[in-house]
């Protein structure tokens, strides 16, 4: 298979795996804007270069948020792949709490490729929250939330410098819509 297939064959997974989900932002944004965005932020940190990277990036919360299994994912698109993703995959038998506490625990175990999947998806994560914030946040939510996606990131620094860039934007605009004072 060419990559250009594989890569589509990926996004045409995780749009029907995830198809009834919606962003948890006041516009509801389909759940697929969130993989298309991790994928290509990907896609352009890494020219291209690296297929299997992107494909994580767009398959990267389909274990965590749908009822797929690591198995599953094996047998569709491989052990590469499916570890990548269960590097960025949150425990959901945890706590909110909990979770939140492990992502800054692991962060700088994971490898470097799961590094970089998670600084995009928290570059994602922070934009979405500037563009469209959950209604029931309120201020000291959203700057807790951006504290917290900075707590993970700084562990994700120094692999590549698109990235770093693009997060360290997103986390300044979401502080400063916050109320807080940007690092
Ligand atoms: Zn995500």
């Given amino acids: 298979m060419t990559d250009i297939a594989a890569v589509v064959r990926a996004f045409d997974f995780v749009a029907r795996k995830h198809v009834a989900q919606r962003r948890k932002g006041k516009n509801e944004e389909p759940y697929i804007n969130h993989l298309i965005e991790v994928a290509h932020l990907l896609a352009e940190a890494?020219?291209?270069?690296?297929?299997?990277?992107?494909?994580?990036?767009?398959?990267?919360?389909?274990?965590?948020?749908?009822?797929?299994?690591?198995?599953?994912?094996?047998a569709s698109f491989g052990a590469e792949i499916t570890a990548l993703v269960l590097e960025v995959t949150d425990d959901k038998s945890l706590s909110y709490a909990e979770r939140k506490r492990r992502q800054i625990e692991t962060a700088p175990l994971i490898s470097a490729r799961a590094k970089l999947i998670k600084l995009a998806?928290?570059?994602?994560?922070?934009?979405?929250?500037?563009?469209?914030?959950?209604?029931?946040?309120?201020?000291?939510?959203?700057?807790?939330?951006?504290?917290?996606?900075?707590?993970?990131?700084?562990?994700?620094?120094?692999?590549?410098?698109?990235?770093d860039r693009v997060f360290e934007e997103a986390y300044r605009a979401a502080a400063k819509q916050a109320g807080l004072e940007a690092a």
Avoid at 63 to 72: F, G, H, K, Q
Avoid at 131 to 157: I, M, Q, T
Wanted: charged fraction near 25%; include cysteine; charge should be negative.
């Fill in 121 to 163: 998806d928290k570059t994602s994560n922070l934009r979405s929250l500037v563009a469209s914030p959950p209604k029931l946040w309120d201020g000291a939510r959203r700057r807790e939330y951006a504290r917290w996606s900075r707590e993970v990131a700084v562990h994700c620094f120094g692999l590549n410098a698109m990235l």
């Fill in 46 to 74: 890494t020219n291209g270069a690296d297929t299997a990277l992107v494909m994580a990036g767009a398959l990267h919360d389909v274990i965590e948020d749908t009822d797929v299994t690591a198995d599953e994912l094996t």
